[in-house]
Each structure stands twice: as structure tokens, then as C-alpha cells.
């Protein structure tokens, strides 16, 4: 890429006070786009893809580092970005001109130019007809057009977008992803580059000229950076693709070195994996000749998409259930007793299976010392390490594997664990 450099941050952290202490979401990103580019920001939910695109679009303020739009240091909003979100965040009581029309407002567009510069926005995203509806007339893919139109209105340098498909039914997110493209290709889009957050693994290969992939162990850091050179428009089914998506696939899983000198506890977050979830993938895989299969392949098997399977990926993984080589996933033989063994035998190996696990040992122990400990106690331990939205999935996930394991049991109504009493001998 030799375009002009429109956004650019080093060094880039940030810190969300938490409870206790700040904690840690960005360390240290570097990253530039530059004019005439697509940038995707690619990461599982939590690395922090939101927070970098609100620090670039100026939004929220740095911890450390700097933000420069054209060279300038931000010191407020970003002047040369706009943004669309996945929520749409329009005002219901505005029609589809009157929201259109929001942005240029704010910036003090008086009333003539403003009506012909939302008409053209409004042509230009396929809205025509739609100007005196109100959003709650509208279907949920004409809602994001409108979202779509009041950032483009304006004409931003840099467009952002927050998951903007993602609200969206397959089918509909397919249809504006690629008219979005068109427009992008066709030169007519009014912005000279596009940011896109993403969890979505295809949606990024699909559209970026660069992806750019967050890790978020322990917090989030640019892991890699993959150039997209494939034609446009591209073709989902082409070997190309496929392996690209594959090898970003692999960037995303990959387990990377654990900083060192931090507890067991704050190492790697627990996935949101029921024991349901990910029985069901190993069963599926176990279904499969020599019980492995290529991750792109299995999604596409199931009508999903790789990263909707990235959950229970790591939690197999993480049990020593699966194993990921390369873009294949694996039972390991204890994972092919697990997937073929009877309710007993399953919860048994299982039960072993999580001991492995810090949280759920942790309980599990613990209460070999005491015979009650309260939900709220390993919620202070976590929170040394993650956000509270983090604590509260892991404790989710620790209670549903060691209570399927029979490692203990949980009351929901004391926020208590307890080992369950043993059965009666026969
Ligand atoms: P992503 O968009 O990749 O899902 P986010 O940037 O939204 O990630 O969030 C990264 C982490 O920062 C999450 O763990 C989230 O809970 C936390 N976080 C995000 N916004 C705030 C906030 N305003 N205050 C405190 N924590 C936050
Ligand atoms: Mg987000």
C-alpha cells in the first residue's frame, strides 16, 4: 500500500478502570491506513476491537500513546472518520432524511445543502423511497442502510464500522456486504478508506485488502497482519480463499507463549463453552474418518462459519479433548473415549478431563477444605485478571463443566458451591 497515511496510532494502550485496578484491554498497538485501503480488525469477542476503533475514531482517549489523523495528534473526535454501528443506533423519532441528515447538522451544513447532500446518501445506499419512513417501518437490513447513509453523508476520509452485519440475517448481511463492494470498487464510495471490526473470519477476507488479527492473551495485541491480494469480487470457493481463511484461522487459534509471571488464573480466559456445545463438535468430529477434519470444511458442513465453532474449539482443546494441527482439528484418545462413551462414562472422563483446567481444580479443591464457598469469592480472585463481563462468563463456564464433570455441585440461589454429597452405596 503507497496511499497517503489517513490514521495512524503507536504505542496505542488502554486501560478501563475496573473494580480493582485498571485493567488492561489494548498493549501497544502500532497501525496505519492509509488512502485507498480496506482494513479489517479481526478478533474473538473481548480483544478489544471495539475499544482500538473507538480510540482511532477519537471517541474514547488513549491511556498511552498517540492517535494522529493526517499526522495531527486527536485531541477529540476524529474530524476525518465516521461511524457506523452494529446496533444502527438511529433515532426513532426522525425519518430515514431526518436521521441521514444528524451528521451533517452537527457540523453546522445548513438546511439546502444538507437536504441534497442526504438525498444523494440516501441514492447512493439504495434507500430512494425510504426518505419519510420511520426506522421502525424499516427491515432490519434497510435500518443499517440508514446507518450506512448517515456516516457516507458526510463523507468521511475514513469510514468505521463496528460488526455492521452482524445484527443482520445471513442472507440480507450477503446482499449489503457485496453492494457495499460494488460501490467501494466502482470508485463511487465517498470515502478514501474503510475501517471494519469483525469477529468474523470470512467477512474479513471477503472485504479487507489487509486483516489485521487482535489477540487477546493476555490482552489485546496485534498477533499478525495477513495482505489480502486476492481479485475482486471474490470468490468465496476459490482455493485461494479457502486458504487464507485457514490461515487466519490458524493465527486466530494458535495458542501463544502466556506472559510470564502471571498466576494460573490469568493466563487464558475460559471459553464460553457448554458441556452440550462441545460434546456436540466432539461427537460430530467422531463422526469423521480418523476423527479429524479440516475446520473450514466442518463449519461449512454445519451451514456455519468458522469462527461461530471457535468457542468450543478451544474448550476441547483446552480439556485435551481436540487438538488443532495446522487447519485440521483432531479428537485426541481421549477425546474419541469421550465422544463415544455412554452418559456415565462420559460425565467420568469429563470430570477428569476438567481437572486440568486451573478454575475448575481450583474449586474442586478448595472445597476438599471447606464444604461451601461462595460465587463471590473466586468472582474477587478473577477479577485481578479480567473484566468483570469476562469473570462472569468463566464462572459460567466452570460451574456448567465441573457440575457435569460431578466435581461439585452449585446452588443458584446462594451463589454457592458445594460438593455433592456421594451416593448411597448400592
Ligand atoms: P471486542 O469489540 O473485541 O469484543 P471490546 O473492545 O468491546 O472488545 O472490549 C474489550 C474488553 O474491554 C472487554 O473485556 C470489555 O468488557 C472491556 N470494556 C469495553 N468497554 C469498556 C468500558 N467502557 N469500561 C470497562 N470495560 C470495558
Ligand atoms: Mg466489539
Redesign the pocket.
Known amino acids: 500500500m503507497t496511499g497517503e497515511v489517513l490514521l495512524s496510532a503507536h504505542g496505542l494502550t488502554k486501560a478501563?478502570?475496573?473494580a480493582d485496578g485498571e485493567?488492561p484491554?489494548l498493549g501497544g498497538i502500532d497501525l496505519e491506513v492509509r488512502a485507498g485501503e480496506v482494513v479489517a480488525l479481526l478478533?474473538?469477542?473481548?480483544?478489544?476491537?471495539?475499544?482500538?476503533?473507538?480510540c482511532l475514531a477519537g471517541l474514547?482517549p488513549a491511556s498511552s500513546g498517540t492517535v494522529a489523523y493526517r499526522g495531527e495528534p486527536l485531541t477529540g473526535a476524529n474530524p476525518g472518520t465516521a461511524m457506523v454501528f452494529q446496533t444502527f443506533a438511529l433515532l426513532p423519532w426522525l425519518t430515514v432524511r431526518q436521521n441521514v441528515e444528524l451528521g451533517l447538522e452537527a457540523k453546522g451544513v445548513g438546511r439546502k445543502e444538507r437536504a441534497r447532500a442526504a438525498g444523494q446518501a440516501i441514492d447512493l445506499i439504495g434507500l430512494d423511497g425510504f426518505e419519510n419512513a420511520y426506522p421502525k417501518e424499516l427491515s432490519g437490513g434497510m435500518r443499517q442502510r440508514v446507518g450506512f447513509a448517515r456516516a457516507l453523508v458526510v463523507e468521511p476520509d475514513v469510514l468505521m464500522m463496528?460488526?455492521p452485519f452482524s445484527a443482520l440475517d445471513v442472507l440480507t448481511a450477503e446482499n449489503l456486504r457485496g453492494e457495499l463492494m460494488e460501490l467501494w470498487e466502482s470508485g463511487q464510495f465517498p470515502t478514501r478508506a474503510v475501517v471494519l471490526?469483525t469477529?468474523n473470519i470470512e467477512e474479513a477476507v471477503l472485504m479487507a485488502d489487509r486483516v489485521v488479527v487482535?489477540g487477546?492473551r493476555p490482552y489485546?495485541t496485534i498477533r499478525s497482519t495477513f495482505a489480502v491480494d486476492l481479485p475482486r469480487p471474490r470468490d468465496r470457493r476459490s482455493t485461494g480463499f479457502l486458504d487464507l481463511v485457514d490461515s487466519v484461522y490458524r493465527a486466530m487459534t494458535g495458542r501463544p507463549k502466556d506472559a510470564p509471571g502471571r498466576s494460573v488464573l490469568g493466563s487464558t480466559p475460559l471459553p464460553s463453552a457448554s458441556v452440550d456445545g462441545l460434546s456436540g463438535l466432539a461427537e460430530i468430529l467422531a463422526r469423521h474418518a480418523s476423527d479429524r477434519s479440516d475446520v473450514a470444511d466442518l463449519a461449512d458442513g454445519l451451514g456455519l462459519e468458522v469462527d461461530d465453532l471457535l468457542p468450543q474449539i478451544d474448550a476441547l482443546e483446552l480439556l485435551g479433548l481436540a487438538e488443532v494441527s495446522g487447519a485440521d482439528l483432531a479428537l485426541t484418545p481421549l477425546g474419541s473415549a469421550f465422544a463415544r462413551a455412554d452418559v456415565q462414562e462420559s460425565k467420568r472422563l469429563f470430570g477428569e478431563a476438567a481437572l486440568s483446567v486451573p478454575l475448575v481444580s481450583l474449586l474442586a479443591t478448595s472445597l476438599t477444605r471447606t464444604p461451601t464457598l461462595r460465587r463471590g469469592f473466586f468472582r474477587d480472585l478473577l477479577s485481578h485478571h479480567?473484566?468483570?463481563?469476562?469473570v462472569e462468563g468463566q464462572l459460567e463456564t466452570a460451574t456448567d463443566w465441573g457440575r457435569y464433570g460431578e466435581l461439585y455441585a452449585y446452588d443458584a440461589a446462594t451463589a454457592t458451591y458445594y460438593l455433592p454429597p456421594t451416593p448411597p452405596l448400592p
Open positions: 478501563y478502570a475496573g485493567l484491554v478478533g474473538k469477542s473481548g480483544s478489544g476491537k471495539s475499544t482500538l476503533l473507538r474514547v463496528d460488526e471490526v469477529h487482535l487477546a489485546g479480567f473484566t468483570s463481563e469476562q
